[in-house]
T-cell receptor, first 116, second 112 residues
Framework: EPEVTQTPSHQVTQMGQEVILRCVPI?????FYWYRQILGQKVEFLVS????????KSEIFDDQFSVERPDGSNFTLKIRSTKLEDSAMYFC??????????????FGNGTRLTVT | EDQVTQSPEALRLQEGESSSLNCSYT??????LFWYRQDPGKGPEFLFT???AGEEKEKERLKATLTKKESFLHITAPKPEDSATYLC?????????????FGKGTLLTVNP
């Protein structure tokens, strides 16, 4: 069964450094998402992306964050200057159509980001 | 703003001991309610989508039901491999077409 893959599985970085988290969505999916889960907290929405542009973003997704689909298969999340509070598990997800059409999101196994 | 509350936070069962997990939600019109399973260190794995009150979906030992205010995930004769965190998420009619709002989940442990 096709799956969403994320790399790396664990990233350790120093405060103020830039990180790029990478994802390969399911190949026939058109909608892409980033969610994050701080330890012990809810899974929370960051951003959705369709047709090479952001379709929606949350208040968490400030100017420090950016997303890109640099080629036909990868989808990336960049954090420009990491803060301690950015430490979390970051999940990439994809879907054929938006969840408003009751299409489930398929999640990757996440990248655990640790900012020291 | 959409809200999801799951209870209990944690549930410990003996193998074969059936039980139910609860997901209460507040949305301005429900488009869909989603159940996911999450194993430690993994991403959420899709289980069910429910669209309207009265709907039921089944998969192996799991059955999800939906009312206008809550959803239940019934687990019949659970096995240790059913141990996981079960997440509920909703999408409302008003507001985002793209965002799912998740609850904190119920951590289920099934002892052999």
């Amino acid at each position: 069964e096709p799956e969403v893959t994320q790399t790396p599985s664990h990233q350790v970085t120093q405060m103020g450094q830039e990180v790029i988290l990478r994802c390969v969505p399911i190949s026939n999916h058109l909608y892409f998402y980033w969610y994050r889960q701080i330890l012990g907290q809810k899974v929370e929405f960051l951003v959705s992306f369709y047709n090479n542009e952001i379709s929606e973003k949350s208040e968490i997704f400030d100017d420090q964050f950016s997303v890109e689909r640099p080629d036909g298969s990868n989808f990336t999340l960049k954090i420009r200057s990491t803060k301690l509070e950015d430490s979390a598990m970051y999940f990439c997800a994809s879907s054929r159509v938006p969840p408003s059409y009751n299409s489930p999101l398929h999640f990757g196994n996440g990248t655990r980001l640790t900012v020291t | 703003e959409d809200q999801v509350t799951q209870s209990p936070e944690a549930l410990r069962l003996q193998e074969g001991e059936s039980s139910s997990l609860n997901c209460s939600y507040t949305v301005s019109g429900l488009r869909g309610l989603f159940w996911y399973r999450q194993d430690p260190g993994k991403g959420p794995e899709f289980l069910f989508t429910l669209y309207s009150a009265g709907e039921e979906k089944e998969k192996e030992r799991l059955k999800a039901t939906l009312t206008k205010k809550e959803s239940f995930l019934h687990i019949t004769a659970p096995k240790p491999e059913d141990s996981a965190t079960y997440l509920c998420a909703v999408q409302g009619v008003r507001g985002s077409n793209y965002k799912l709002t998740f609850g904190k989940g119920t951590l289920l442990t099934v002892n052999p």
